[in-house]
C-alpha cells in the first residue's frame, strides 16, 4: 500500500484514538492487531474491539509471562470477545531453561539475542505468514522509548507492513483515565524476559 505519511500523520494528528483506528480499518486491506497483555493492554484490545470484534488479534506467549498475566488475559479475551490468536514458541520454556542455563541476561547480547529470537521473533513471524497484514494496529507510545521517539502515528515497518500506533501520543495519565473509565481489568505484575526493563524494545517492533 503507498500512502503519503508525512499527510496522513498531519490529517490524524488531533483525531481521537478510535477515530485513528477507524480511519485504518476503513483501508480495508488485511489487518492484525497486537497484544503483550502488559499492565495495560486492555487499553488497546478495547479501542479495537469497539470499532470490529473480528480484527484478529495477535499474542505471542513467550511462556515466561506470570499468572497474573494469564489470568487478565483470559478475562480480557472473554469480556471484550476477543478475535484472539496465539502464538508460542515452537519449544517449552522449561526445555529452554535446561537447554540454555537459565534466561540469558541483557548483558550476553548472543544468548539475549537467540533467546528473544526463539520465544518473540519467530513466533511473531509465524503470525506475519498466517495473516500477511498490511497494517499492523499497535499499542506503542512515543514516550516509551528511543526508538519510538522516531516514529509518529502512522509509520512503515522494516518488513513493509504499516504500522498505526491509536494512542501514540498519549501520556501515562491518559491511559490510566482511559483503564478506570471502562472499567478495564489491568496487569499488575509482568514481566516480559525480552525487555528486561522499561526504555528497552523487546525485538518485534525493531527487527528486519
Not at 508525512?6 to 483525531?15: M, Y
Not at 479501542?47 to 480484527?55: G, M, N, P, R, T
Not at 478475562?75 to 496465539?86: F, S
Not at 524494545?201 to 527487527?207: D, P, R, S, V, Y
Request: hydrophobic share 35%.
Amino acid at each position: 500500500m503507498d500512502l503519503d505519511l508525512d499527510n496522513v500523520n498531519a490529517s490524524l494528528r488531533d483525531k481521537s484514538a478510535g477515530e485513528i483506528v477507524r480511519w485504518a480499518l476503513g483501508l480495508q486491506v488485511p489487518t492484525i492487531s497486537t497484544t503483550s497483555m502488559g499492565k495495560n493492554a486492555a487499553v488497546m484490545l478495547h479501542l479495537v474491539s469497539e470499532q470490529d470484534k473480528k480484527v484478529p488479534v495477535i499474542w505471542v506467549d513467550s511462556g515466561y509471562n506470570l499468572r497474573d498475566t494469564y489470568v487478565v488475559a483470559e478475562r480480557l479475551i472473554e469480556k471484550l470477545d476477543l478475535n484472539m490468536h496465539v502464538f508460542s514458541p515452537q519449544m517449552t520454556s522449561e526445555r529452554r531453561n535446561a537447554i540454555m542455563g537459565g534466561v540469558p541476561t541483557v548483558d550476553e547480547e548472543e544468548r539475549h539475542q537467540e533467546f528473544t529470537r526463539q520465544v518473540k521473533l519467530e513466533p511473531f513471524g509465524r503470525a506475519l505468514d498466517t495473516f500477511k497484514p498490511e497494517i499492523w494496529l499497535t499499542g506503542i507510545r512515543r514516550e516509551e522509548t528511543e526508538h519510538r521517539k522516531t516514529l509518529d502515528i502512522v509509520s512503515m515497518d522494516n518488513r513493509g507492513i504499516i504500522k498505526v500506533a491509536p494512542i501514540f501520543n498519549w501520556s501515562d495519565d491518559d491511559v490510566e483515565d482511559y483503564m478506570e473509565r471502562f472499567e478495564l481489568p489491568t496487569c499488575r505484575h509482568y514481566f516480559d524476559p525480552t525487555k528486561v526493563h522499561d526504555g528497552r524494545e523487546c525485538g518485534l517492533h525493531t527487527a528486519a
